[in-house]
Nanobody
């Protein structure tokens, strides 16, 4: 079993920044491929970013590329999402997710690739 706890969400003005954290327990983070997803009211949960076990490979949704940075500190069992230049359309509940498998270039963006999910942290960007 893997437990994931997100933190760092909040209310920020357009153009501002936030850093989300995802603390993992129950399994060593270095054995997990990790991802961030988000879900706005009335919309499906969508892929935001993913990172391989070592951290050497990352991927981003087109909508956040160049503004968001995913990273991980395996020594702290924690993953991060640095969000800069936030826009109102970034408003959503953000979820971290863990995949027991290795990086898969064909499926890292799929919700069903990930076996474990956190409870989410709300990010609200005001205009």
């Amino acid at each position: 079993q893997v437990q994931l706890v997100e933190s760092g969400g909040g209310l920020v003005q357009s153009g501002g920044s936030l850093r989300l954290s995802c603390a993992a327990s129950g399994r060593t983070l270095s054995n997990l491929t990790m991802g961030w997803f988000r879900q706005a009211p009335g919309k499906e949960r969508e892929f935001v970013a993913a990172i391989s076990r070592s951290g050497r490979t990352t991927a981003y949704a087109t909508s956040v590329k160049g503004r968001f940075t995913i990273s991980r500190d395996n020594t702290k069992n924690t993953m991060y999402l640095q969000m800069n230049s936030l826009k109102p359309e970034d408003t959503a509940a953000y979820y971290c997710a863990a995949d027991l498998g290795w990086w898969n270039s064909d499926s890292y963006f799929r919700r069903d690739e990930y076996e474990y999910w956190g409870q989410g942290t709300q990010v609200t960007v005001s205009s």
